[in-house]
């Protein structure tokens, strides 16, 4: 069902939501059913509360196929505070102080951990662990603009790091990695946050995943964070309660107030993927069919649109191009939104157009994109 006065969102994020889960939200807004009260008024210990975070987490792990072994944690502080809080409990050794240094004086040794730096995201992940200990760059792409992600034998992993980082997928370059880079048996730790829940995953082959929810799963306020038991108990002793994951994980999310209508969208995006949708090799292959449908457009269009992903390296969820000069892309992207086609300007860093197409742009969306792009071309071209 269509609202009249919504327009095609193609925003990085915060992004579209499902118009069923918007309206299920809408319907229990003042009071969920048999509960008497809305989901913002419900304590978080609340035997309603608990009920919804169980499914939520339920929903996941049917989604992901996640066995026993991994926690499913719904925390605070978006993704950018999981690239500190990760380094902080699989990075630092115990006993370190902030200077690097033990505390008898002597450097710290042993620990380090590999990056792969394919953007600007993957970029922050590394500062952070910088400031937390020994990181090795396995890879950057910074050569080629961020407009690739490694081929196996391009990426250098050093023996016993105590993890590999990877970004799925980069949000602002529009590069994704196709399939799961092998680490030689380190742990595989992946900032999923914008391609989280857009296809099936072998989760086993991860020890750690997060995602902020605020564009496949949710809204904002809320990061999901699914850890392997055997990660989780090499964090050392001593970390701040709420920056240690033995803890939230002890406390199953509830050591303090978790974000809880965030919560409850991701139980209703949840639902929807596996009620409505039909699963993730479904929501594959819709994703892939939208992704297809603007690529065809840049491939077809002689360079009026040219790519910044190089084809082998791109996104299904973040489609970034820019065009011969600025001024028509101005044009572009005015013209678009008298269309009703939102949120097309990229990232400044990169510039051009960006079309996120996360797992709620419908393909009727993207269609519609898609035409004024051939129509755009063939009066401006
Ligand atoms: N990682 C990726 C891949 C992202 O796209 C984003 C947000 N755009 C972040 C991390 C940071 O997320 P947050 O704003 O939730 O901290």
Known sequence: ?????????????????????????????????????????????????????????????????????????FLQGGASLQFSMLAMNFLRESGKSADGRHADGQQADGQHADYVVTGAWAQ??????????????????????????????????????????????????????????????APLICDMSSDFLSRPIDAQRYGMIYAGA??????????????????????????????????QAEHKSLYNTPSTFAVYLVLLVTRWLLEEVGGLEHMARINDQKAHLLYEAIDCSESFYRGHARPDSRSTMNVTWRMAEEALEKEFLKEAQAQGLYELKGHRSVGGMRASIYNAMTLEGVQALRDFMDEFRKRHG
């Open 1 to 73: 069902m269509k609202h009249k006065q919504r327009v095609y969102n193609f925003s990085a994020g915060p992004a579209a939501l499902p118009l069923s889960v918007l309206q299920e939200a809408q319907r229990n807004l003042l009071c969920l059913p048999g509960a008497g009260m809305s989901v913002l008024e419900m304590s978080h210990r609340s035997s309603w509360f608990e009920g919804i975070l169980h499914a939520a987490e339920a929903n996941l792990r049917k989604l992901y196929q996640l066995p026993d072994r991994y926690h499913v944690l």
């Open 124 to 185: 922050k992940a590394l500062k952070e662990a910088q400031r937390e200990g020994a990181v090795h760059v396995a890879w950057d792409g910074k050569p080629d603009h961020y407009s690739r992600v490694p081929t196996a034998s391009e990426l250098k992993l050093t023996p016993g790091a105590a993890y590999v980082h990877i970004t799925s997928n980069e949000t602002i370059q529009g590069v994704q990695f196709e399939k799961t880079p092998d680490t030689s048996g």
């Open 214 to 247: 605020q564009k496949n799963a949710g809204g904002s306020g809320v990061t999901i964070v699914i850890l392997q038991d055997e990660l989780l108990n090499k964090a050392p002793e001593g970390l701040p309660s709420m920056l240690d994951y033995r803890l």
